[in-house]
């Protein structure tokens, strides 16, 4: 009898509990819930997206290309294993078990990367003249890019920046 409510209770919370998507390969979500959302990865990592954001996950991603593209902002909790790709209009991010949020809307010329935890490598997502170098990021770091005017510069959070930063999961 015990075994079959905890059954019960087991079944009854997958099915009805926390109410988050869980994303497959290949599949899209946009959140227009009017507030933010956390969204499971089929690797069980996480990103809570703001309202309007839009999520697309890689097809190979249960195949080991850990890879999404966002428009808009996600305060992503990445678990460890191999490298995890977020692509935005203007930025290409790489890394492993990180925690960070990215805020890049399509229809804005900036985007901002904050690193809480881990390390990450970063590149422009497209051909720069002025400047092609990659930025390697540690915790505590933020990386800001303007595409109109060709500007990406590294910086660090200061700790008001950070508590906000982590006060968002």
């Not at 509990?17 to 994303?23: E, F, Q």
């Not at 499971?40 to 999404?68: C, E, F, M, Q």
């Not at 809307?105 to 901002?112: A, D, F, I, T, Y």
């Not at 540690?138 to 508590?163: F, P, S, V, Y």
């Amino acid at each position: 009898m015990r075994r079959s409510i905890i059954l019960s209770c087991v079944f009854f919370a997958a099915c009805h509990g926390t109410n988050n998507p869980i994303l497959r390969p290949g599949s899209s979500f946009a959140n227009n819930s009017g507030s933010p959302k956390w969204v499971s990865l089929p690797d069980s990592s996480r990103i809570k997206i703001s309202d309007g954001t839009t999520i697309v996950v890689g097809a190979g991603y249960s195949r080991g290309n850990r890879a999404v593209d966002l428009d808009g902002e996600g305060m992503f909790m990445i678990r460890g294993g191999d490298r995890f790709v977020v692509t935005t209009k203007n930025l290409y991010i790489q890394g492993m078990g990180t925690k960070f949020r990215v805020d890049a809307p399509r229809n804005k010329p900036g985007e901002e990367v904050d690193l809480l935890d881990g390390v990450m490598v970063i590149r422009k997502m497209y051909h720069s003249d002025l400047d092609s170098a990659q930025e390697v990021l540690h915790a505590g770091d933020m990386l800001m890019i303007n595409r109109e005017i060709d500007l990406m510069e590294k910086e660090k959070m200061d700790t008001d920046e950070l508590h906000k930063a982590e006060a968002k999961f």
